[in-house]
């Protein structure tokens, strides 16, 4: 579904285009696959590359940038409008930055299905329900009727989950979606994008720093390092990982049965940026 | 050493935060504090260094209720260390004034020597001593906070999620950091944390916050012979493990 080859983006600085993302490459079925870094790895931006919301001045090139066929690499600003929110989409990491504070929640998502679908304002209202419903949000009505001022943390990033998939995208980015709610929370939202890949042959991209949380959730995981992807592996051998990094990665987490001494740390390597 | 007795905190407003919370904590002891947002946690430690309204109850250091406001003495035993390292710093003082205003107002002497010493303890040395906050990472910013609460030599460190704002490599770091500096100094650690795995990790006991009161108080080998009594406390430990489907 999505063809991804030596993604590159570039920002310009004092010394000349630093690059923040330096030749990923992978390709995405209907899939789980986690895109796994710490801060500054360039997992964020290969995210938003993808959707072309890379911001100026950054510079995105790549030898191949296909969605389902369709080069992105040059499209226009016509051809992003019928991809984006309608075909793919993306998840923010908090509610609170990305809903907009003085519409309600039901408007919202009815402006994405009619916009999107070109679906009446009343068969909109109906999917925008049935999608909240969708989100286990126990109460559609009033969560439709809201502000997202008026919703907890776990409420809003349901609602934009909800936003998101009420055009029933064939892909969807997921940039730290759970990474701003309480571990309980957390859980329930991924049971329902879980849901969401599986009954509707979703692809989905998820990235997240947390090592622990995206082994449990993916099928497959990109670490990804200084920009570039340094090993792949299958969620359930990440403990067999050979990358020196994505092993330090993994064991300086603390755990519950551990003891109390020192947790091993991550020496870094110099050969890995390059 | 450090005592609380039915502790009431309620907000303007009426919201109640902390609702008869008791807790003793012993000298040179770790003792973790676990919930989610919103279940007064942190209000705890707040109320502890006088930052918060409290209602009902006391604290008490050493066997004696504190007055409020604390005096500048309880300061000099007690110190918190902040959850935003890019928050905590202002942002227009050099590390040097950071870490020389707390001694300016407690009147201590040597502060040349107390600063450089500070900033070798926390591993960060004394090339640090003039950058400001925006020239150092997240994790060397709270090397910096560390230094800061430290710098006063308090027997008590309040912590509030010290490195949740940090990467995975870097906690571990910082965690280390703090377990070392404990052994060496004899100090008593109060850590709140929502990572269940952090507060096993640094802590002897803990207790489990839920909206403002305390649902059961336990140990680390309680917590990993995964017996937990209250069924809030088994939710955290069966999400600590991570998604698991169906």
Redesign the interface.
């Known amino acids: 579904m999505l063809e991804v080859e030596d993604l590159r983006v570039a920002y310009p600085t004092r010394r000349g285009m630093t690059e923040v993302v330096r030749g990923v490459t992978f390709s995405l079925g209907q899939e789980r696959l986690g895109i796994v870094g710490?801060?500054g790895s360039g997992k964020s931006q290969t995210g938003r590359a993808i959707l072309g919301l890379t911001p100026s001045p950054g510079q995105v090139t790549a030898k191949r940038l296909e969605f389902d066929g369709q080069d992105l690499r040059n499209a226009t600003h016509a051809q992003w409008r019928k991809l984006r929110g309608a075909r793919m989409s993306m998840v923010m990491q908090d509610p609170k930055f990305s809903l907009n504070p003085v519409m309600t929640i039901g408007a919202q998502i009815v402006e994405v299905a009619r916009l999107k679908r070109n679906l009446s304002r009343a068969v909109a209202k109906t999917a925008a329900l049935d999608m909240l419903a969708a989100v286990q949000i126990r109460d559609p009505e009033r969560v439709f009727a809201a502000y997202p001022h008026e919703l907890s943390?776990g409420m809003g990033q349901r609602a934009m989950i909800a936003m998101m998939l009420v055009t029933e995208p064939d892909l969807l980015i997921a940039d730290e979606p759970t990474s701003a709610l309480?571990?309980?929370?957390?859980?329930e939202v991924?049971?329902i994008l879980?849901r969401l890949v599986t009954d509707r042959g979703m692809g989905l991209i998820f990235i997240s720093?947390d090592?622990?949380?995206v082994?449990?959730?993916c099928d497959r995981v990109l670490v990804m390092y200084a920009g570039r992807v340094v090993e792949e592996v299958r969620a359930d051998r990440l403990h067999e990982a050979r990358h020196p990094y994505t092993q330090?990665?993994f064991r300086?987490?603390?755990?519950?049965?551990?003891n109390?001494g020192?947790?091993?740390?991550?020496e870094r390597d110099a050969e890995w940026a390059i | 050493m450090l005592n609380i007795e039915s502790l009431n905190v309620t907000y303007p407003g009426g919201v109640v935060a902390v609702e008869h919370a008791d807790l003793f904590v012993r000298d040179g002891e770790s003792f973790g504090i676990v919930g989610?947002?919103g279940s007064g946690k942190s209000t705890v430690l707040r109320a502890i260094c006088g930052l918060a309204p409290v209602t009902g109850g006391q604290v008490l250091l050493d066997g004696t209720p504190l007055s409020s406001p604390r005096p500048a003495s309880f300061y000099r035993r007690v110190q918190m260390v902040f959850q935003d390292p890019y928050a905590s710093l202002h942002p227009r003082h050099t590390i040097d004034k950071v870490l020389s205003e707390p001694l300016a107002i407690h009147g201590f002497d040597n502060r040349e020597q107390r600063i450089e010493r500070a900033l070798e303890d926390v591993g960060l040395g004394t090339g640090f001593r003039f950058r400001y906050p925006h020239q150092l990472s997240?994790g060397q910013r709270q090397r910096v906070a560390i230094a800061r609460a430290l710098i006063l030599e308090p027997k008590v460190l309040l912590l509030d999620e010290p490195t949740s704002a940090l990467?995975?490599?870097i906690?571990?770091?910082v965690?280390?950091l703090l377990?070392?500096l404990r052994a060496e100094r004899g100090l008593t650690y109060v850590l709140v944390s929502?990572?269940?795995?952090?507060v096993?990790?640094?802590c002897g006991r803990l207790m489990v916050m839920q909206n403002g009161r305390i649902v059961e108080e336990l140990s680390?080998t309680d917590?990993?012979g995964q017996r937990a009594g209250n069924a809030y406390t088994q939710?955290?430990?069966a999400?600590?493990?991570?998604?698991?489907?169906g």
């Open positions: 710490e801060s943390g309480d571990v309980t929370v957390q859980l991924l049971g879980d720093h090592l622990r949380l082994s449990s959730f330090g990665l300086c987490l603390p755990t519950i049965e551990g109390a020192p947790l091993p740390t991550l | 989610e947002s997240g990467d995975a490599s906690q571990a770091e965690l280390n377990d070392r929502h990572d269940l795995a952090v096993a990790h640094m680390r917590l990993q939710s955290l430990l999400a600590s493990q991570g998604y698991r489907r």
